[in-house]
């Protein structure tokens, strides 16, 4: 139910914005942010995250529109950060692999991207077999 209402604030934060109603369009985003944030058992992880991810696109692009770079920047930050939760982090920082901003390996990272929520993402991603140098996969393989 959770992703028919942030679909309603999404659509009706779209019209009055059109309308020129800004405060009412910040407001309902704002609002679509929530609903999107909340969990929802009945929703996949990628699912949820995409609703999220979204919404923040969306609310940079109004304040990008609005002149203010500092809350632009706010929420693209934000979805940075809502996408790399989803990306599964290594435990061992010493890893050859690891790639140090996102905390993950490339195979970690590769594995990810291969069940990205958009398709065109995911199947250019399906060729990519090639992982080197990870340890964990490496003992895995070993054992």
């Known amino acids: 139910m959770n992703h028919l209402h942030w679909q309603e604030y999404m659509l009706e934060a779209q019209s009055a914005y059109e309308k ?30 995409t609703m999220q991810v979204a919404t923040c696109h969306r609310l940079a692009g109004f304040w ?5 770079p500092a809350f632009e920047l706010r ?36 594995a990810f991207l291969k069940r990205h929520p958009n398709p065109e993402i995911a199947r250019l991603i399906q060729t990519q077999d090639r992982v080197q140098g990870c340890e964990l996969i490496g003992r895995f393989r070993l054992n």
């Open 75 to 110: 929420y693209l930050k934000l979805a940075s950060e809502l996408v790399t939760a989803l990306v599964p982090q290594c435990p061992n920082p010493q890893c050859e692999a690891l790639i140090d901003v996102l905390g993950c390996c490339r195979a970690a990272l590769l």
């Open 20 to 49: 020129g109603a800004f405060g009412t369009a910040v407001s309902l985003y704002q609002r679509a942010l929530e609903v999107a944030l909340e969990p929802d058992e009945r929703l996949e992880l990628a699912e949820q995250a």
């Open 64 to 68: 990008r529109e609005m002149a203010e």
